[in-house]
């Protein structure tokens, strides 16, 4: 299996900036993608931004474009989350995640492994 573990998360004000990494070990090269989510308390589980190991591409919820980037370090089998601009409603709890089959990776049902989260709080 694969195993998440995510951090950077923590309480910042609105506008700021925070970076979040997910540090995967594990059978990693069973992983073909990497994706974040979030979930704020009363409400689902948010798609928010994928990647791909081989090659990099990016998907992004309209609602992070041109404020978060995902990106990736092969050689660390890291992942982070780069998130600027933040606003209250980016409050919530961000999942990392690992799926070994192809697609975009836009569903939650596509992922495999989880981490456990790491919290986001942006205050007003």
């Known amino acids: 299996q694969v195993q998440l573990v995510e951090s950077g998360g923590g309480l910042v004000q609105a506008g700021g900036s925070l970076r979040l990494s997910c540090a995967a070990s594990g059978r990693t090269f069973s992983s073909y993608g990497m994706g974040w989510f979030r979930q704020a308390p009363g409400k689902e589980r948010e798609f928010v931004a994928a990647t791909f190991w081989s090659g990099g591409r990016t998907y992004y919820a309209e609602s992070v474009k041109g404020r978060f980037t995902i990106s990736r370090d092969n050689a660390k089998n890291t992942v982070y989350l780069q998130m600027n601009s933040l606003k209250p409603e980016d409050t919530a709890l961000y999942y990392c995640?690992?799926?070994?089959?192809?697609?975009?990776?836009?569903?939650?049902?596509?992922?495999?492994?989880w981490g456990q989260g790491t919290q986001v709080t942006v205050s007003s």
């Open positions: 995640a690992s799926r070994s089959a192809g697609g975009l990776g836009l569903s939650s049902y596509d992922y495999n492994y």
